[in-house]
């Protein structure tokens, strides 16, 4: 076994294999840019160092090449994302004397190029989705093979992955504007602007096959995935077994990952993802081959629980020239695992990203629970990777165990500061369909305005709980409301108008005293339910944080002897940073005419883009945006005047 590891990667996959490769007796050696700088896997690891200058020095193969030499690494293990799929950084490894945790870089080369990977498929007679997967990228032909196919289609990056470079197309008028963002985010994310044209699929569920390879042409699987419960193409949920999948289709697709796997000489971890036409049945005829990953998966821990095999080890052992640990015959699957990512993101804003400081975090693992994370209370989420927390895995004798104990670990879960999905899995779990199982990936984006992703007001009893948290003890008498003369009162409970912003908007409030008893309330009279749970309550300065049912709400004070806080501005024309990110598109000038609803801006923040568009027709005013700068969440980036403003 190697004497240590350099993890070319950070958040909670790092702590993931520094857990393993310190059990196994190895050295563990982080790395971590400056945006990252004290994070929880550098914590964790027996030594770290700061790579590259600014959030980008994960991607810097030759940087973290050089910090491994220098540092005296056996091996190097890029975790998923960033390098993991690089056969360039894979080879750097190789010529420097350092063993890759990974394929050969010619195998990363055949599978991590879509159009190849599904032309080797079809050679090994494994079906593919009808689509153009060849080299011609020219705008005008690929419109018309899209057309071709028949709409809709998903235009892919032929390099890509994770949902990332993909669009879907319901018309042949959307065909031009949805491939120039697919090709954008390609660029930015896989350095390739290639695509490939496919037909889209629907009610189809997304299953995929854990494949593992050694040096000495042994390949295995372990079992299927199925990652159906998605939005827009990110993974959300997975479990094993795949719900209803029968044994014919399970054996089938599982060989066909094998062989596929066989063909390339692959060698570690792999995962051979399939989509499945439910309007076909779920018979051995029904699979298509979608792409193979040539890396471990966010999700293998599902795989994990139902093997009781640690797959990270597996990795570590397969890189050190060792033979399998098991034959396939001696692999076996027990029960169902579930895993759920709880992601720091809006659900009520289009899951737009919700970076800061973690405030509380409280994920109890019971016997039954394995929570795998980057951070801790007080650390931070930045804005420049994923939006990932945790993943909570729960693994039970059957999958109704298992579904039980995931409710119950998100229960109980608290994570105060940003805003999280937390609710919204709190429904998802509760769906009679998630529940009876076999959805389609389409399912979260059909229904998530009932699965609470769409504005909503908050939760009276947060509001009430932040705010009682803010004036008892009483704080200061200058925004105390009981330091606020009011008339004298005979037998009746004292009441004390108030006001307090409620995620930035202003909410009346009444302090009641009865019997020496403080009670607070709506000053309109509204009721707010007892029922439940009290609200999770952390106050922190001048503001609370209150969580009630998995959603957030920040109650702040408001000096009453200062003027109050004002109603909402009539509409400005400022165009403000929706959130903490970098400004990839900037389609306007200074002085630029534009109509209401024409794009100005696209501001990018953890794998997702967010187009910003002209409230009215006007003239673009006070530009404070250059192309590739970094925002933070508010800031303004022009103002589009309109008449003679």
Known sequence: MFANVLIANRGEIACRVVRTARRLGMRTIALATPADRGALHTRLADEAHEIGAGAEGYLDGEAIVALAQRVGAACVHPGYGFLSENADFAELCGKAGLVFVGPSPAAMRTLGLKHAAKALMAKLGVPVAPGYYGDNQSPKFLKEKAYEIGYPVLIKAVAGGGGRGMRRVDAHVEFESALEAAAREAVGAFGDPRVLIEKFVAAARHIEVQVFGDR????????????????????????????????????????????????????????????????????????????????????????????????????????????????????????????????????????????????????????????????????????????????????????????????????????????????????????????AGGVDIGFIDAN??????????????????????????????????????????????????????????????????????????????????????????????????????????????????????????????????????????????????????????????MKMEHALVAPRAGRVTRLAAKLGDLVEQGQRLMTIAAGDE
């Not at 009721?527 to 957030?552: K, M, N, S, W």
């Open 216 to 435: 000495h042409g042994d390949v295995v699987h372990l079992f299927e995935r199925d990652c159906s419960l998605q939005r827009r193409r990110q993974k959300v949920v997975e479990e094993s077994p795949a719900p209803g999948l029968p044994e014919a289709t399970r054996e089938a697709m599982c060989e066909a990952a094998v062989a596929a796997a066989r063909a390339v000489g692959y060698v570690g971890a792999g995962t051979v993802e399939f989509l499945v036409d439910a309007a076909r049945g779920l018979g051995p005829d029904s699979f298509y081959f979608l792409e193979m990953n040539a890396r471990l998966q966010v999700e293998h821990p599902v795989t994990e629980a139902i093997t009781g095999l640690d797959l990270v080890e597996w990795q570590f052992r397969v890189a050190a020239g060792e033979t399998l640990p098991l034959e396939q015959s001696e692999i076996r699957r027990t029960g169902a695992a579930i895993e759920a990512r709880l992601n720091a993101e809006d659900p009520e804003t289009g899951f737009l990203p919700s970076p800061g400081r973690i405030l509380a975090l409280r994920l109890d693992a019971g016997p039954a629970l394995r929570v795998d994370a980057g951070v801790e209370a007080d650390d931070e989420v930045t804005p420049f990777y994923d939006s990932l927390i945790a993943k909570l895995i729960v693994h039970g004798p059957n999958r109704a165990s298992a579904l039980d104990g995931l409710r119950a670990a998100l229960g109980e879960a608290v994570v105060v500061g940003p805003k999280t999905n937390l609710a919204f899995l709190d429904a998802l779990f509760a769906d009679a369909a998630v529940e």
């Open 448 to 605: 998530a305005a009932r699965l609470g992703a769409e504005p909503r007001p908050p939760d009276p009893r947060a509001v009430l709980a932040g705010a009682a948290a803010l004036i008892a003890p009483p704080p200061d008498a200058g925004a105390d409301p009981w330091s606020v003369g009011d008339s004298f009162e005979l037998s009746a409970p004292r009441r004390v108008g108030f006001e307090v912003l409620v995620d930035g908007h202003v909410e009346r409030l009444a302090a009641i005293e009865s019997d020496g008893a403080r009670v607070i309330a709506f000053a309109d009279g509204r009721f707010a339910a007892t029922e439940g749970p009290p609200p999770h309550v952390i106050r922190i300065g001048d503001a609370a944080y209150a969580l009630c049912g998995g959603r957030q709400v920040r109650v702040e004070r408001v000096d009453p002897l200062a003027g109050g806080a004002g109603g909402r501005e009539a509409e400005t024309g400022e165009i403000a940073a929706p959130m903490h990110g970098r400004v990839i598109a900037l389609s306007v000038e200074e002085g630029d005419v534009v109509v209401a609803g024409q794009r100005l801006a696209v501001v990018e923040a």
